[in-house]
């Protein structure tokens, strides 16, 4: 690795993008991170040479790709990588880009991002998933919901658990059916809910070959289903998974999957083609390996390390622990963010999370849809690049 290299991360309010930009610097690397938030918080890290505000990707993304081609332009930008959906833009539009993306080819993303799709591969792979029915009307989720026991359904294109409808468990009784509306455009999967225990996964890809691995479970869970907590765990089958499906599509950038695990071995849920939490659980100079080399050998993340987001274990209501426990967990699990060498970040982080809760609350929508609403991408077709659009 290189010294020299310069490496644009993208979507800086990202939390993994702090990880990110961290792990990077270990490389060494010069690092500019960009977002259409100035406050975002990788931004402020002490390892960012510089910062930009773009278009935001998701209502412009011509003027998104053609922010990001100027800075690429104008800064000598080696790398660009997305920490993000808003990299799915720049995929869709690669050639416009005058440097290589550190992100599989569009055609994969989509595959891969839209649940439905992920559940055909599964079954194609051999793999196990819940039975699910792909529905596009109110009335067919009413009908297919009918045909389980216990179900669960949500947006084909969704992220988080932010849309999550239910009849069983924590969740259940969270929205109403009638509080959802799927079309042919935006399909639901409604699928068998599947009892067990939730695990996710963390990987560092290159040319299909997984560079990087990390297995971990959520240990604290916010109102909403993502993980404030979370801890790494023995792999119990998700890195030959990871290989697997990588290998098919000769995949490069981050990948992340969730699972659920039972008695009888463990079930696919969904790929987010993107980085996840796990980066923070990751040493920093193997993600800086991975993403700007090749090692020789595949790295796996140890059982046992933690980490949490303390912002939101003190915001109300996001977490329901008792005193004494919230207590024990902020004196004893290292935050995401708060770093003696790089303190700025921590600090954005709690201006963040009070700027998106007043967006929320001021649109009357959710603190997920608030936060990455205008960076994610729903499946919705994009526009041809225009004829007399730069670059």
């Known amino acids: 690795m290189s010294g020299d290299r310069h490496v644009l991360v993208t979507c800086g309010r990202f939390h993994p993008a702090t990880g990110i930009v961290r792990a990077l610097h ?53 790398l660009v990588v997305p920490s993000y959906e808003d990299g799915f833009f720049l995929a869709r539009y690669a050639d416009k880009i005058p440097a290589p993306l550190f992100a599989p ?22 793999l196990p ?35 999550y409808l239910t009849n069983h468990g924590p969740r259940a009784g969270e929205i109403s059916l009638d509080d959802c509306d ?17 695990a996710c996964s963390f990987s560092v890809v290159r040319n299909g070959r997984v560079l990087v691995h990390c297995v971990y479970e959520p240990t604290i869970q916010a109102s ?7 801890s790494s765990i023995e ?8 290989s697997a499906i990588c290998a098919r599509f000769n995949y490069t950038g981050f990948i992340a999957f969730d699972f659920r695990r039972t008695p009888d071995g463990f079930v696919m849920i969904e790929c987010n083609p993107r980085s996840s939490a796990g980066v923070f659980l990751t040493p920093k100079i193997w993600v800086a390996d991975a993403v700007l080399g090749e090692p ?40 995401v963010y708060i770093s003696a060498e790089d303190m700025l970040p921590a600090l954005y982080f709690f201006i963040n999370l009070r700027h998106w809760s007043k967006r929320a609350e001021r649109e009357h929508i959710e603190f997920g849809q608030a936060f990455v609403g205008d960076v994610s991408w729903d499946g919705a077709p994009m526009p041809d690049w225009p004829a007399n659009a730069d670059p």
């Open 26 to 78: 270990q490389g060494p690397c010069r690092i500019d991170v960009v977002d259409s938030f100035k406050l975002a918080t990788a931004m402020h890290s002490n390892a960012v040479d510089k910062l930009h505000v773009a278009a935001a990707a998701a209502p412009d993304p011509v003027q998104y790709v053609q922010d990001i081609a100027q800075i690429v332009q104008q800064r000598g930008i080696d």
């Open 105 to 126: 080819a569009f055609d994969t993303i989509a595959c891969l991002h839209d649940k439905a799709r992920f559940i055909e591969l599964c079954a194609d792979l051999g």
């Open 129 to 163: 998933a819940p039975r699910t029915e792909v529905v596009a009307s109110r009335d067919d989720l009413r009908t297919a919901a009918g045909q389980f026991d216990a179900f669960v359904a949500r947006p084909a294109y969704s992220r988080g658990g932010m849309v």
């Open 182 to 198: 799927p079309t042919a455009e935006n399909p639901w999967l409604v699928q068998e809910y599947v009892e067990g225990n939730d």
């Open 224 to 230: 909403g289903g993502f993980s404030v907590q979370f």
């Open 235 to 242: 792999d119990f089958g998700s890195l030959e998974v990871t």
């Open 296 to 335: 020789s050998e595949t790295r796996i993340v140890e059982p046992g390390a933690r980490r949490q987001y303390d912002a939101f274990l003190f915001r109300p209501g996001m977490v329901q622990l008792p005193a004494r426990q919230l207590v024990r967990e902020l004196l004893t699990t290292p935050d």
